[in-house]
């Protein structure tokens, strides 16, 4: 970013289970404070490896426009689904 901070985008598997797999943009300072981020968040196990998935420019411009620059969707990413804030990611099963 012209600005000097980052936008990390990784592909994880989704904490629901399933084999099911979630696209995550973070935007911070660099990209150390980005995987301390997610870490702080609980998703222990995230390490950047390379850059074989790079954020797409509307993937930048989503994350820009989310107030709390941490957001995610499905991935393969769907046309029609929006992005979610990281809180719907993380929040417990609600039991019946």
Known sequence: MPGGSVVVALTLPSPAGAGDQVRVLVHSANRARALTRLRNLGLRAVYLRGNTHPPTPDEVTAVL????????????????????????LLRPARAA
């Open 65 to 88: 426009h989310h107030p709390d620059g941490l957001i995610w969707r499905t991935a393969p990413d769907e046309a029609d689904e929006l992005w979610h804030p990281i809180r719907a």
